[in-house]
């Protein structure tokens, strides 16, 4: 097995992720990328689980009801029912924030 990976394929991986790399940046990483190629190969090697794989810790299947149209809802007893309200939009706490506070 080779130690290193050729220029070409050292060059192909820097186009893929446009970037330019000097003649040293080059020789490191035809060195540097193999060994991580090497690394990722020994995944490979572990052993995992066979096909039966465990989706469910439950054997029977999902009971699914059968879709019936009903009548619609009024807007206004929907947003009346909510603990929180303001106009026609129901609160409801914030769940993403942008990390400067609420």
Do not use: F
């Not at 790399?21 to 995944?43: A, F, G, H, R, S």
């Not at 019936?68 to 929180?84: S, T, W």
């Amino acid at each position: 097995m080779k130690d290193k990976l050729s220029r070409e394929e050292v060059l192909h991986v820097a186009e893929l992720a446009r970037i330019s790399l000097t003649e040293e940046e080059i020789e490191k990483y035809q060195v540097e990328l193999k060994e991580l190629l090497n690394d990722v190969e020994k995944i490979n090697d572990v052993k995992g689980y066979d096909d039966d794989i465990l989706i469910a810790c439950w054997s029977e299947s999902t009971k699914l009801r059968k879709d019936e149209a009903k009548e619609m809802l009024n807007p206004k007893d929907v947003i009346n029912l909510a603990p929180r309200h303001s106009g026609n939009y129901i609160e409801v706490p914030v769940v993403i924030s942008d990390g400067e506070g609420a």
